[in-house]
């Protein structure tokens, strides 16, 4: 099981950091990820750290801004959102699956199996 939490309303060009908690399985084993859906957009891979290491991609929108990390001793994967714009507002997601991923498909969410509820972030402008 997933939990995402940490969301709330901040103003452009604020702060929020984002945690996902993972229970029943070991979150360092597994490939995480963060993604986002607004309101009449599709679903939008942000980041991810992969099961035994390598580098994390970000996607355009959010590179240089956002970062992904996790500590395995407390099973929890967070993201750091700095420099927010109203453009981030949406319901953010951690998503898992047990196995490695290809860094080209570190943003699909097709490559994963179990979801977190989601978290709300606004940012009023």
């Known amino acids: 099981q997933l939990q995402a939490f940490g969301g709330g309303l901040v103003q452009a060009g604020g702060s929020l950091r984002l945690s996902c908690a993972a229970s029943?399985?070991?979150?360092?084993?597994?490939?995480l990820a963060w993604f986002r859906q607004a309101p009449g957009k599709e679903r939008e891979g942000l980041s991810c750290?992969?099961?035994?290491?390598?580098?994390?991609p970000y996607a355009d929108s959010v590179k240089g801004r956002f970062t992904i990390s996790r500590d395995n001793a407390k099973n929890t994967m967070y993201l750091q959102m700095n420099s927010l714009k109203p453009e981030d507002t949406a319901v953010y997601y951690c998503?898992?699956?047990?196995?490695?991923?290809?860094?080209?498909?570190?943003?699909?969410?097709?490559?994963?199996?179990?979801w977190g509820q989601g978290t709300q972030v606004t940012v009023s402008s």
């Open positions: 029943g399985f070991h979150s360092g084993q597994y490939s």
């Open positions: 998503a898992a699956r047990s196995s490695r991923i290809v860094y080209s498909m570190c943003l699909d969410s097709s490559s994963y199996v179990y």
């Open positions: 750290i992969r099961s035994g290491g390598g580098g994390s």
